[in-house]
Structure formats: structure tokens, C-alpha cells
């Protein structure tokens, strides 16, 4: 399942009735900026994979980001970046390990939301 939302508050009540593998928003998205909203989505749906769409990236952003396990992407970019950056998260999350060395399961039988 692939969703789409244009607003914040849209996007949040998303992954209460669907789980995501991978959620993508916009730094300057209306009524909340991209990276309070996946901060949100980290503290109720650890299990996500989040990316954030940015035009430039600061020290300070960076380190946010980073701390917040978020992956970005600059502006401008072709969409085949995107998607190719998209699966290299999801790729990436479903051969990661767990803390005792298990492999997590592989994720794609969830659904990814553009907000």
C-alpha cells in the first residue's frame, strides 16, 4: 500500500489504521514541519523507516536527523534517486540486526506513506 498525504495532521492518523515500512516527508510540508512529524511517527511507530526531503542540510539538522535514525535526501533530485534511495532504506532496515544478533525480519508486506 502506497499512501499520499498533503498535510501533517492528514499523515498522522495514517499509521494508526495501517502499519508503514517506510515513511517520506518534507522538511517545509503545511501546518508542521517534516521533521516534527516523523519525530512523532518515531515515538508511536518505532518499526518505521523514515526519510526526510530537504533542500539544504545544516550541522545542526544533520545531527537531528541522526540522532532521530532519520535518512535524507537534498533537493533537487530525479525521482529515480528517490526511488532508489527508498529502497536502499527499506533494504537496509530488513537485513539489519537485532541487539542479541537476530536478523529482523524483512520488511515489504507493509505499505509506505508520502506526507
Known amino acids: 500500500m502506497k499512501a499520499v498525504c498533503f ?3 492528514e499523515a498522522l492518523s495514517m499509521p494508526a489504521t495501517q502499519a508503514f515500512d517506510l515513511v517520506v516527508s518534507d522538511l517545509n510540508m503545511p501546518g508542521t514541519s517534516g521533521l516534527k512529524f516523523l519525530n512523532k511517527i518515531r515515538q508511536d511507530h518505532n518499526e518505521s523507516i523514515l526519510a526526510l526531503i530537504i533542500a539544504y542540510i545544516t550541522d545542526a539538522l544533520e545531527e537531528k536527523v541522526h540522532w532521530l535514525g532519520i535518512g535524507y535526501v537534498t ?8 526511488v532508489q534511495f527508498s ?21 515489504g508486506n507493509r505499505g509506505r506513506l508520502y506526507a
Open 75 to 82: 533537493e533537487p533530485f530525479e525521482r529515480s534517486l528517490l
Open 87 to 107: 529502497h536502499d532504506l527499506v533494504g537496509d532496515a530488513a537485513i539489519a540486526t537485532t541487539s542479541d544478533g537476530r536478523e529482523n525480519a524483512p520488511c
Open 7 to 9: 498535510r501533517g495532521s
